[in-house]
């Protein structure tokens, strides 16, 4: 398997302009998550989906932010309009269960974010 | 709620010392732990787990952490450092049945020739 594919790899933007990153995560993993990660904050989760329906949108940091699912092998996050404090590095992972249940995540590279 | 402070954001050792990393936990119920490695420009890979069986955990690249609930603690060790050890590694948690992991900010190693 290729792993979680993430594209695309870097992004540079101007401040107001939409933004759309991409996963694709491991064939029958049924769990994809979305996490941000910066200097300040650390790793963030984001959203996370089971079988394409969204779990838990808390982390989310507001209503420029949505993510989707619509299948299970493919998901976006996009962001509309962009802000220069939304640069950070946004990583995929997927996993065959949850966490909890011993279930390993697997992380995709990442997609660096520059807003101007 | 759930979270893992690991102490010091850089730590340097020289090549062929031990390795210690710390990471202390703060859970209501038992935990399960994790060490992640983030390589340069990559995701980050798992590098072993605890999920409540041995307290010694060995993982890859000669990586082992031991869980101390006295202590609350899950420090990371390798005994002979490595120049290919350098990166990032993050401490998470979680318990059982929890769907997320929660991920200490991250401490960066750098091995010196």
């Known amino acids: 398997d290729a792993g979680v594919i993430q594209s695309p790899r870097h992004e540079v933007t101007e401040m107001g302009q939409e933004v759309t990153l991409r996963c694709k995560p491991i064939s029958g993993h049924d769990y994809l998550f979305w996490y941000r990660q910066t200097m300040m904050r650390g790793l963030e989760l984001l959203i996370y989906?089971?079988?394409?329906?969204?779990?838990?949108d808390s982390g989310m940091p507001e209503d420029r932010f949505s993510a989707k699912m619509p299948n299970a092998s493919f998901s976006t996050l996009k962001i509309q309009p962009s802000e220069p404090r939304d640069s950070a590095v946004y990583f995929c992972?997927?996993?065959?269960?949850?966490?909890?249940?011993?279930?390993?995540?697997?992380f995709g590279p990442g997609t660096r974010l520059t807003v101007l | 709620a759930q979270s893992v402070t690991q102490l010091g954001s850089h730590v340097s050792v020289s090549e062929g010392a031990l390795v210690l990393l710390r990471c202390n936990y703060s859970?209501?119920?038992?935990?399960?732990l994790f060490w992640y490695v983030q390589y340069p420009n990559q995701g980050l890979q798992l590098l072993l787990k605890y999920t409540s069986a041995a307290t010694l955990v060995k993982g890859i690249n000669g990586f082992e952490a031991e869980f101390k609930k006295s202590e609350t603690s899950f420090h990371l060790t390798k005994p002979s450092a490595h120049m290919s050890d350098a990166a990032e590694y993050f401490c998470?948690?979680?318990?059982?049945?929890?769907?997320?992991?929660?991920f200490g900010t991250g401490t960066r190693l750098t091995i010196i020739p």
């Open positions: 989906f089971n079988n394409n329906v969204p779990i838990d």
């Open positions: 998470a948690v979680t318990s059982f049945g929890n769907e997320k992991l929660t």
């Open positions: 859970s209501s119920v038992p935990p399960y």
């Open positions: 992972a997927s996993s065959k269960g949850l966490a909890g249940y011993d279930n390993e995540q697997f």
